[in-house]
């Protein structure tokens, strides 16, 4: 089983779009070893077919009418927002400049 | 202090509605209370004088001109901080939430509104409902008031701890591994997590959508069942709600026996590693059981020992794709670094300082768990543990009306113990999850001191899916006959807990 690297760790977090100091790093990196080490006996659980389940109580096809309903106004959906521009969401740049 | 807080709410319901007590008077007393308490157990993030206040009053005035009211009209509650609510902010114990104000009610908040429910505050909970202490929350842990140098539970600890100290008579919670059982167990409180789909979760700040349910918090087996039919029921804002409607878990509840009962005894969870006056109440409670017409039969559910690294994969894997939404656009928190950044980077600077450790550990697990070649080995086989142990279930419930086990393994541990070792936090849960895992419903009920540091235990009644009111039938039988044993509710052995200096 591959163990959790700092390197590793550093790509994941950055995958998941959280800066990490390297203190933090190294910390993840063990105490995340020892959750994967622990988890992956999940392997050993199942042998043979077996179904997956990825939803307690199977449902299938769930609909709601389909009517027009009252939703937030403008105001309303930018209220939470750090910062705003002519009713929209303002936001950094996208792209680097290089 | 005011003797009307103790009481159960079933009692302070029937005073409501013979006119002994007005809910102004109820909703004061509680107020107080928290005035007083609060500083000292941190149950509330947010208190909510004014509006419960306000819903109080209004209560009062309809009862007085002799309209009709709804059951609960007038009972004061508490609001676990995961639910959204218009008029207070919502923070799921996150600094990335600090003081946003939802747009929205979550549906059960709306049903407790529609009841007239006076809404005292919000509860405490580890950031995000991640954690079985609340001391990953990040505005400081809340206290058991059986002992404030220990956990009251998590995540909902918040709410156990307002319960079980009378700083609200009722609470809402949330339950993904066990976030309302076992900080039920660890308080000497009832706590249930409904049958998945039973209750909305539109408007709950979601953790792992596939386990999340919300479910009453309680100091009595009826209170909760009162509740219980308060917030359950379709919600076509919620694509996995159930259509069909469970029953009154207020009637089962009064109708309870144990006669004739098969109770099943899960082998896998009868003891080991159980510390000895967990596992000696809970054998006290079988042999009670027997005496009251039950019979005992041991079951074995053997994938259980694979139930709690199947969670710890699948619900990271949930958990990193919802928590994904807090970027630092539409809501939250934005912190903003030197120079020009772009925006990936006011989102990693902006997740960096708004998440805690728990939760940055959680994401990162599970954005492991979902990387390509890594899928099918963890995932997939955590998906398929997931049908084992429903298989499992159903195999044991052929056998038995109703399984139990102790709640937890331990009483309240003391703060700091456990924090910096996730896997011991983790344990914490081992009899809770399968029924997260399973859909299934599930109930944790007082079960007694453990002789070995007189702190509360529990029992938990685990069911078949959409036979919750078994639990409550069972649930309340059981409670009965300890009572009868006791001579008092578990509550009152509770001590008094202390104003601060």
């Known amino acids: 089983m591959s163990e959790l690297t700092p ?40 042998a043979g077919d077996v179904p997956a389940t990825s939803h307690p109580i199977p449902m299938a096809n769930v609909f709601r009418e389909d009517l027009v309903e009252p939703s937030l106004t403008q105001e309303q959906a930018l209220s939470g927002a750090a910062d705003s521009d002519q009713g929209r969401f303002r936001v950094a740049a996208i792209l680097d400049e290089e | 202090m005011s003797e009307l807080v103790k009481k159960n709410a079933s009692e302070l319901v029937e005073l409501l509605q013979s006119g002994e007590i007005t809910s102004v008077e109820l909703t004061h007393a509680f107020l107080d209370r928290i005035e007083k308490l609060n500083p000292v157990l941190n149950s509330y993030l947010h208190v909510n004088a004014k509006e419960a206040l306000a819903t109080a009053v209004e209560v009062d005035r ?38 946003w104000i939802p747009q929205y009610d979550a549906t059960v908040v709306k049903l407790l509104r529609e009841e007239m429910m006076p809404i005292l505050g919000k509860t405490n909970l580890d950031e995000f409902a991640m954690g079985s202490s609340t001391e990953f929350s990040a505005y400081g842990p809340s206290k058991n008031p059986w002992d404030t140098g220990r956990i009251p539970g998590g995540s909902g600890g918040g709410s156990s701890s307002a319960v079980a100290g009378f700083l609200a008579p009722v609470a809402i919670g949330s339950d993904t591994g066990g976030s309302i059982r076992f900080p039920a167990a660890v308080t000497g409180t009832v706590g249930t997590k409904p049958t998945y789909g039973a209750v909305s979760r539109y408007g709950l700040i979601a953790l792992a959508s596939s386990l999340d349910q919300i479910g009453p918090v309680s100091r009595n087996v009826l209170d909760a069942a009162l509740l219980s039919d308060v917030i359950s029921g379709y919600d076509k804002h919620d694509s996995t709600s159930l259509p069909e409607s469970l029953g009154s878990m207020a009637e089962a509840a009064k109708s309870g026996s144990l006669k004739g009962v098969r109770v099943g005894v899960i082998k896998e969870l009868n003891g080991e590693g159980f510390q000895p006056g967990v596992k000696a109440r809970f054998n006290e409670s079988l042999e009670l059981m027997v005496k009251a017409g039950a019979e005992i039969v041991e079951v074995s559910c053997p994938s259980f020992e694979y139930a709690i690294a199947a969670y710890y994969l699948i619900l990271p894997a949930e958990a ?8 630092s656009v539409r809501f939250g928190m934005r912190v903003t670094p030197e120079g020009n950044p772009t925006i990936e980077r006011v989102m990693a600077a902006t997740r960096e300082a708004g998440f805690g450790p728990e939760v ?21 086989s955590a998906q398929k543990v997931r049908t084992l142990i429903q298989r499992d279930f159903d195999a044991a419930f052929e056998k038995a009306d109703v399984l139990v086990s102790p709640t937890a393994p331990t009483t309240a541990f003391k703060f700091g113990e456990k924090l910096e070792d996730p896997l011991a936090m983790y344990l914490n849960d081992i009899a809770t999850i399968p029924a997260n895992l399973a859909g299934t419903p599930g109930m944790s009920i007082p079960n007694g001191l453990a002789t070995e540091d007189d702190l509360p235990s529990g029992i938990q009644l685990l069911a078949p899916a959409r036979e919750d009111k078994r639990l409550y039938a069972i649930g309340a039988a059981l409670e009965a006959l300890h009572e009868a044993v006791w001579g008092k509710r578990m509550i009152d052995f509770a001590p008094e807990v202390k104003a601060g200096a």
């Open chain 2, 62 to 99: 309809k009862r007085a001109a002799g309209e009709k009211l709804p059951m609960l009209a007038g009972l004061p509650i508490a609001v676990k901080d995961n639910l959204t609510t218009t008029d207070a902010p919502t923070t799921a114990g996150s600094k990335i939430l600090e003081g």
């Open chain 1, 7 to 46: 390197d590793l760790v550093r790509h994941l977090a950055s995958l998941a779009r959280i800066q990490v100091t390297d203190a933090e790093v190294d910390r993840f990196a063990e105490q995340l070893s020892l959750i994967v080490e622990s988890v992956a006996t999940v392997n050993s659980a199942v």
């Open chain 2, 320 to 327: 990193s794709s919802n928590l994904a939404k807090f970027d």
């Open chain 2, 360 to 380: 940055k550990r959680r994401i990162i697990l599970g954005t492991y768990a979902l990387s390509s070649g890594y899928y099918d080995a963890y995932y997939g």
